[in-house]
């Protein structure tokens, strides 16, 4: 099982400020089968990135993802008050899928 | 617009059952395939069980955690997909969300917001 840790843990930001997320995996994963998702309270998670860098269909353009093999991030310039939540890295290259243990980005 | 929402989750005792739907609309169905991930109170999200398409065989596979005890199934004739739940442990306490598998990345591109199973005695 790919084992997947986030870090930070928590991101204390102010709207306008970028954000850098890190991703890093046990073992390498094909960089066609990382993603990253946002979740907020009370609502499904979103997609935003797969594919490691490609954005999902209607994901602004301020979130950008990248990397490989082991160590992927997820950048977003210049935050949104909406962007305040937890985002979770996500491998599905291999079974179990399995999820980081999220970074929440929140208001400073 | 695609929609997943998840019923059937509730307050059940150890030891008991419990059948989880996940009803879908705005995408066809047949053809895509299906998973339910967990998500215990303040842990991380944890998949569950998968089921292929019907062309496929609708073939299954499970989480280690809960193989023997959980069955996934769907009803393409009604858009659904199941989990039914067996045995239920305290350790099955979380929030059970389902998703599809996009057809072009096979990652998981839209997910419920998802269905709270409590087992407590």
């Known amino acids: 099982e790919i084992v997947l840790t986030q870090s930070p843990g928590t991101l204390s930001l102010s709207p306008g400020e970028r954000a850098t997320l890190s991703c890093r995996a046990s073992q390498r994963v094909s960089s066609r089968y990382l993603a990253w998702y946002q979740q907020k309270p009370g609502q499904a998670l979103r997609l935003l990135i797969y594919g490691a860098s490609t954005r999902a269909t209607g994901i602004p353009d301020r979130f950008s993802g990248s990397g490989s093999g082991t160590d992927f991030t997820l950048t977003i310039f210049r935050l949104e008050p909406e962007d305040f939540a937890v985002y979770y890295c996500?491998?599905?290259?291999?079974?179990?899928?399995?999820f980081g243990q999220g970074t929440k980005v929140e208001i400073k | 617009e695609v929609q997943l929402v998840e019923s059937g989750g509730g307050l059940v005792k150890p030891g008991r059952s419990l059948r989880l739907s996940c009803s879908t609309s705005g995408f066809t169905f047949y053809d895509y395939a299906m998973r339910w991930f967990r998500q215990a109170p303040g842990k991380g999200l944890e998949w569950v069980a998968f089921?292929?398409?019907?062309?496929?065989?609708?073939?299954?596979e499970y989480a280690a955690s809960v193989t023997g005890r959980f069955t996934i199934s769907r009803d393409d004739s009604k858009s659904i997909a199941y989990l039914q739940m067996h045995s239920l442990q305290t350790e099955d306490t979380a929030v059970y969300y389902c998703?599809?598998?996009?057809?072009?990345?096979?990652?998981?591109?839209?997910w419920g917001q998802g269905t709270l199973v409590t087992v407590s005695s």
């Open positions: 996500q491998q599905y290259g291999s079974s179990p899928r399995t």
């Open positions: 089921i292929s398409t019907s062309p496929y065989g609708a073939t299954t």
């Open positions: 998703t599809r598998d996009a057809i072009s990345d096979f990652t998981n591109d839209f």
